[in-house]
């Protein structure tokens, strides 16, 4: 009978499957470290990216709030009404407690008839009628900010209602600010539709 060694091969084999392992692994550890080094790369663009524009939004904040307080020394001083109304939308929505005070400012200067008047001219250069409209519609956009002017408000629509003129408010810029003014009015005074009953009579008698 013949015999066959078969040791050699056996070790042949062990040898070979053992290499195979060491490359494998060091195989999937250069790919580890392959991916690990793209997501440093790629987050590390990122925060860099995102300290980028938290500078550019701190820069710009920073600039806002001078504007807004430059804004806020010329209305306690302002008389213009044009100016008074642009300062008050700007104040209220900065949220700023001097905004109340150039609201308050402009009511003292509407007419009885609802209208803000007295204006000299606008960053449009309007004038006449336009500019009444102009500074009574922003007066309206300030007002409707301020639950104390509530009143002021109402009667500065019915008065820019009035002006109206084949769907027009004057010139352009003068229709502009009075649509945005009375759509603005509408969504404030609009009220949710409340449940109520439909009843069907016959005869004058009362269908169930």
């Not at 084999?13 to 470290?33: E, I």
């Amino acid at each position: 009978m013949i015999r066959v060694n078969l040791l050699p091969h056996r070790e042949e084999r062990r040898k070979r499957a053992r290499n195979y392992f060491f490359v494998l692994a060091a195989g999937t550890a250069l790919l580890g470290a392959v991916i690990a080094g793209a997501v440093w790369f790629v987050n590390g663009n990122r925060v860099d990216a995102q300290a980028q524009r938290n500078d550019f939004l701190k820069r710009e904040i920073a600039g806002l709030e001078k504007e807004i307080a430059l804004v806020k020394e010329r209305a306690a001083s302002a008389a213009a009404p044009y100016f008074l109304a642009l300062a008050a939308n700007v104040l209220l929505l900065a949220k700023d407690p001097a905004g109340e005070a150039a609201a308050k400012k402009l009511a003292d200067r509407q007419a009885k008839d609802g209208s803000v008047t007295g204006a000299q001219t606008s960053i449009t250069r309007s004038g006449g009628e336009s500019l009444d409209i102009e500074t009574t519609s922003l007066s309206i956009l300030a007002w409707l900010r301020t639950p104390a002017h509530t009143a002021n408000g109402q009667s500065a629509v019915q008065w820019l209602l009035e002006r109206c003129k084949s769907g027009r408010f004057g010139a352009t810029q003068s229709t502009i600010l009075a649509l945005k003014a009375i759509l603005a009015y509408d969504a404030a005074s609009a009220r949710p539709a409340k449940p109520g009953t439909i009843l069907l009579s016959l005869d004058g008698k009362v269908v169930d």
